[in-house]
């Protein structure tokens, strides 16, 4: 199972856990990837958009606008490496 | 309760009945409970990972969940530019060194509350083992 933090950082990202198992309980803050959202978790990990209800999340994509920030990042970093 | 089998085995005293031993429901539910118990009791591994969010210090830690209170966990990505990051955590230890292939070492803040382990790096999220979209491995001992 897959559990992911609610709420974002202030860089977009969210913190997850994919767990070869089954937590009886969630932690507070998080909630669990459906199986119908778990392959849309894995590509996108960690800058997703999503939203959820009761520990379970209902919806979740990719946030597009962190994840060009942070490949910005690297282009400066090899662009300051050459 | 003392059970009217004959004989028991040597590690949980679970009964063994003879052929002329009277058998009683009472003894299987003896057995059962204790059996319950030893694998409650009993030692396991938990694996997972997750995926870095390149974020570190005390107000953005690492987190991760168990099903049961973990004593020993090992955590490693997957191979960086630097190398390999490394965390080794025994239960009890609240500043812990994580450790690149290049052989530098950077210590960690760690914080063990029940089934849930945290840890922190003010230096940066390659050592806090949270670099972005790189995937982190773990192994528990729980």
């Known amino acids: ?82 | 309760m003392a059970t009217n089998a004959s004989s028991a085995t040597p590690n949980l005293g679970l009964s063994q009945w003879a052929a002329d031993d009277y058998i009683r429901r009472e003894d299987f539910n003896a057995d059962n409970a204790a059996i319950d118990a030893a694998l409650a009791s009993a030692a396991v591994f938990e694996t997972g990972s997750y995926v870095g969010a390149g974020v570190n210090g005390s107000a953005n830690p690492n987190t991760l969940t168990f099903t049961r209170e973990p004593k020993l966990v090992f955590v490693q990505s997957k191979t960086l530019g630097i190398g390999t990051e490394q965390l080794f955590l025994l239960k009890g230890a609240t500043r812990v060194s994580s450790t690149a292939g290049t052989g530098s070492m950077s210590s960690n803040t760690v914080v063990w509350n029940g089934n849930t382990l945290s840890w922190y790096n003010s230096h940066g999220s390659v050592e806090q083992l949270n670099d972005s979209g790189y995937t982190y491995f773990y192994v528990a001992l729980c």
Do not use: C, K
Request: glycine share 4%; no cysteine.
């Open chain 1, 1 to 82: 199972m897959t559990i992911i933090r609610i709420e974002p950082y202030e860089n977009g990202a969210h913190a997850n856990q994919t767990i070869n198992g089954t937590l009886s309980a969630v932690p507070e803050g998080w909630a669990v990837v459906p199986p119908e959202l778990e392959a849309a978790a894995a590509s996108y990990m960690p800058w997703v958009r999503l939203a959820a209800a009761d520990g379970v999340v209902t919806s979740l994509t990719l946030n597009e606008a962190a994840r060009a920030a942070f490949e910005a990042t690297l282009e400066n970093e090899e662009e300051v490496e050459a």
